[in-house]
């Protein structure tokens, strides 16, 4: 599950006909030059949530594209040239098995309900969409992207296409797609009850739509807290996780330390990207 929040927790992504349209472009377009599986994609006002498979190791890339050309393309549209992202790293958390990327996706979808914006997830009136969804045909949206009559490479159209989960084989797509709809109805009636105990009434569609982009919450925002990199049920199995990435971190630092010492030909491990990319160097093979 991929994750990054805008600058400031301002609403720049508060949705709209042409932000809409500008993500969902990105996105088809982005995914399908970078092979890019999606599962589940909720934009919030102020920060997003992809659920992907990323077959070819490229998930770096496919969120450096999508980011600086959402970002842009809004940008342009408004009139604006400041950053729409924060500064900070986006979020990544590896799903290890299959009930687990369930339950992301779950999270993803009912996320307009647990941040108390509508009482349930199909009003919101942004961009959220998941698996099985049926595939969503997306014109290039006006004054930013070229097309080939201009030189450039931006396809008329494109179309942002949702595929199953890996995992649950031995399911039929009907039933699998039953049990994520499940999750989803289970997480937002569990806010929607914790919220009408509260007395905490829903913000509704057109209050949504009336923000300014450049409000932003009154809530404060929690800070050093822990920021996850594995989502994993399984408690023993998140321990091995954590303890193969140590690892890794390990011998990431001493072919670091060998390489700024001289050592042109040592061997990082598998999953290296900045030093293979802009430095080629030299990387263990992937586990089979």
Same mark, same amino acid.
């Given at each position: 599950?991929?994750?990054?929040?805008?600058?400031?927790?301002?609403?720049?992504?508060?949705?709209?006909?042409?932000?809409?349209?500008?993500?969902?472009? *990105?996105?088809?377009?982005?995914?399908?030059?970078? %092979?890019?599986?999606?599962? &589940? @994609? =909720?934009?919030?006002? +102020?920060? /997003?949530?992809?659920?992907?498979?990323?077959?070819?190791?490229?998930?770096v890339?496919?969120?450096?594209?999508?980011?600086?050309?959402?970002?842009?393309?809004?940008?342009?549209?408004?009139?604006?040239?400041e950053?729409?992202?924060?500064?900070?790293?986006?979020?990544?958390?590896?799903?290890?098995?299959?009930?687990?990327l *369930?339950?992301?996706?779950?999270?993803?979808?009912a %996320?307009?309900?647990?941040? &108390? @914006? =509508?009482r349930?997830g +199909?009003? /919101?009136?942004g961009?959220?969409?998941?698996?099985?969804?049926?595939?969503?045909?997306?014109?290039?949206?006006?004054?930013?992207?070229?097309?080939?009559?201009?030189?450039?490479?931006?396809?008329?159209?494109?179309?942002?296409?949702?595929?199953?989960?890996?995992?649950?084989?031995?399911?039929?797509?009907?039933?699998?797609?039953?049990?994520?709809v499940?999750?989803?109805r289970?997480?937002?009636?569990?806010?929607?009850?914790?919220?009408?105990?509260?007395?905490?009434?829903?913000?509704?569609?057109?209050?949504?739509?009336?923000?300014?982009r450049?409000?932003?919450?009154?809530?404060?925002e929690?800070?050093?807290?822990?920021?996850?990199?594995?989502?994993?049920?399984?408690?023993w199995?998140?321990i091995?996780?954590?303890?193969?990435?140590?690892?890794w971190?390990?011998?990431?630092?001493?072919?670091?330390?060998?390489?700024?010492?001289?050592?042109?030909?040592?061997?990082?491990?598998?999953?290296?990207?900045?030093?293979?990319?802009r430095?080629r160097?030299?990387?263990?093979?992937?586990?089979?």
């Amino acid at each position: 599950m991929l994750t990054r929040r805008v600058r400031g927790r301002t609403f720049l992504l508060r949705p709209s006909k042409r932000t809409n349209q500008i993500v969902a472009y *990105v996105v088809a377009v982005i995914a399908a030059r970078r %092979n890019i599986q999606l599962h &589940a @994609l =909720v934009v919030m006002s +102020n920060h /997003w949530h992809v659920c992907l498979t990323d077959p070819d190791g490229a998930i770096v890339d496919f969120q450096r594209d999508c980011h600086q050309f959402i970002a842009r393309a809004i940008n342009a549209h408004h009139g604006e040239f400041e950053s729409i992202w924060s500064s900070g790293s986006p979020s990544r958390v590896e799903c290890e098995g299959a009930d687990d990327l *369930v339950g992301r996706i779950a999270y993803t979808m009912a %996320n307009p309900v647990e941040a &108390a @914006l =509508v009482r349930h997830g +199909n009003s /919101w009136p942004g961009l959220r969409r998941a698996w099985p969804a049926k595939a969503l045909v997306v014109r290039r949206a006006k004054r930013f992207f070229r097309g080939e009559e201009d030189g450039g490479d931006w396809p008329e159209q494109a179309v942002l296409e949702f595929v199953r989960p890996p995992g649950y084989e031995a399911l039929s797509d009907d039933d699998l797609a039953g049990m994520i709809v499940a999750a989803i109805r289970q997480r937002e009636q569990h806010f929607q009850k914790k919220y009408d105990g509260e007395g905490r009434p829903f913000l509704g569609r057109r209050r949504i739509l009336e923000q300014s982009r450049h409000d932003r919450p009154h809530t404060r925002e929690p800070r050093f807290g822990i920021s996850p990199r594995v989502a994993c049920r399984n408690k023993w199995r998140r321990i091995e996780c954590l303890q193969a990435n140590k690892r890794w971190l390990g011998g990431y630092r001493r072919a670091l330390a060998a390489w700024r010492s001289g050592d042109r030909d040592v061997l990082f491990p598998a999953g290296t990207y900045l030093m293979r990319m802009r430095h080629r160097a030299c990387c263990s093979a992937p586990p089979d």
